[in-house]
């Protein structure tokens, strides 16, 4: 991995959906339509969060409920920092179409980008970075101020997710709540998962980013593999996604992920409820987890007779 590919993941991980010129107009859409909500916090201020319901919405039959992180770089490339954006609407209405997958609907919370890190990285691994080198460097680099993940999830999960089962047609059970996110997204999801096992059934994580820094360390995923192992639900309850690719940033996840890979083996959790992928070649940007979200997708959200082998 050669530098200008380096620090274009650094970019794309340090500023993803930092709220652009016009971003108060609601993405446009390939398919579906979008509303939008705001969610007030008086710890972390308010913030956008967009709910995408598929072509055919209807308010009589209940619907899963997808949370997807950093809401701005879901839908429209037209509205986004970078210019790309995930296309959820255009890869998942047509596998809703042909029945490949279930009936639901996604709400992406938007993220403050001045405190993305400190919202998304695992604060109950903190503590076992924090006096390290790597974490003082995270803190100082990247962090700016100690984590804010818990009450990130307390806000989504006692305040966001009673509203959208109240607005919208839903199925509020864990089997049909799940989370998904890539990168800093990632960590988060999987936390989510593991502190709220009794409100979602199942987490994706794309392109992890489980070094923290833009270096392999040894201590950040340290912390976040013990955790893991404390604090991962029992193998056979929950759906659960990992992937990484091998260009870019996502070429230092390997010693990591393989780490991660490993344990959740020596815990009994594997396929089809637990998958882990590598894709030769991708990148750390929006443009290549579109072109693999189907296979999330599918992971958590596949009709019975359609689940991934």
């Known amino acids: ?10 970019a794309a ?3 993803p959906c930092a709220v652009v010129a016009g971003a108060d107009a609601l993405p446009q859409l390939a398919a579906g339509r979008l509303e939008r909500l705001v969610l007030e916090d008086a710890t972390l201020g308010p913030r956008p969060v967009d709910v995408w ?5 209807r308010a009589d039959r209940p619907h899963a409920v997808l949370y ?15 210019r790309q954006a995930w296309a959820v609407d255009a890869v998942a209405a047509p596998l809703i179409a042909d029945g490949i997958l279930r009936d639901f609907i996604v709400v992406g919370l938007h993220n403050h980008a001045e405190q993305r890190h400190a919202e998304f990285f695992p604060q109950a691994c903190w503590p076992a970075i924090e006096k390290t080198a790597p974490g003082q460097r995270y803190l100082a680099g990247q962090l700016k101020r100690p ?8 806000s989504l999960v006692r305040e966001l997710k009673p509203r959208i089962d109240a607005r919208y047609a839903t199925d509020p059970r864990p089997a049909s709540t799940f989370l998904m996110g890539s990168s800093m997204g990632g960590l988060i999801s999987l936390y989510g998962l593991c502190e709220y096992p009794e409100v979602f059934g199942g987490a994706a994580a794309l392109s992890t980013h489980w070094i923290g820094l833009y270096e392999r360390n040894a ?4 912390a976040l593999l013990s955790y893991l192992e404390r604090k991962l639900p029992a193998p056979g309850t929950h759906r659960l996604y990992l992937d990484r690719g091998t260009a870019g940033l996502d070429a230092l996840y390997d010693e990591a992920q393989a780490r991660v890979d490993a344990l959740l083996a020596a815990h009994g959790h594997r396929p089809p409820l637990t998958q882990t992928r590598v894709f030769e070649d991708a990148d750390h940007t929006e443009q290549h987890w579109a072109r693999r979200l189907a296979l999330p997708l599918r992971a958590l959200l596949a009709r019975a007779d359609d689940a991934p082998a």
Do not use: C, K
């Open 13 to 15: 991980l340090a500023v």
């Open 68 to 82: 997807m992180h950093d809401g701005q770089m879901l839908f429209d490339p037209r509205s986004t920092w970078n």
């Open 219 to 222: 201590e950040i995923p340290g």
């Open 1 to 10: 991995m050669n530098r200008r590919q380096l620090m274009q993941g650094a």
């Open 53 to 57: 319901l598929p072509p055919g919405y």
């Open 147 to 154: 984590p804010l993940s818990d009450a990130y999830l307390r």
